[in-house]
């Protein structure tokens, strides 16, 4: 059964840092693209980071730029997102999803295989 689990959320300060990391399980993540998504209360979800199956092209969404960092560590199957000057609209549950992509570089479309979430809170 493919699967997704998300972990690394919780909760800090303005300004402080968060390592979200995604875990696959029953296949390997060599030929997938992952996204990180996140969705924020009232709001609809959001694409966050992706990287494809290589980690040689990302994407961001320009309100993370500069403090969002996805990567990849296909020996442990797992794919990180570093999220650095956080700030209180950064709060949300952060998912992390796959599809299955053998094309150079990723976007934050049709993706098949979703994670549970993990809560990002940000506040004083």
């Known amino acids: 059964q493919l699967q997704l689990v998300e972990s690394g959320g919780g909760l800090v300060q303005p300004g402080g840092s968060l390592r979200l990391s995604c875990a696959a399980s029953?296949?390997?993540?060599?030929?997938?693209?992952i996204g990180w998504f996140r969705q924020a209360p009232g709001k609809e979800r959001e694409g966050v980071s992706c990287?494809?199956?290589?980690?040689?092209?990302?994407n961001y969404a320009d309100s993370v730029k500069g403090r969002f960092t996805i990567s990849r560590d296909n020996t442990k199957n797992t794919v990180n997102l570093q999220m650095n000057s956080l700030k209180p609209e950064d709060t949300a549950i952060y998912y992390c999803?796959?599809?299955?992509?053998?094309?150079?570089?990723?976007?934050?479309?049709?993706?098949?295989?979703w994670g549970q979430g993990t809560q990002v809170t940000v506040s004083s």
């Open positions: 029953g296949f390997t993540l060599d030929y997938y693209n």
């Open positions: 999803a796959a599809k299955m992509d053998l094309l150079y570089g990723c976007d934050f479309a049709q993706y098949t295989t």
């Open positions: 990287t494809d199956r290589r980690g040689g092209s990302t």
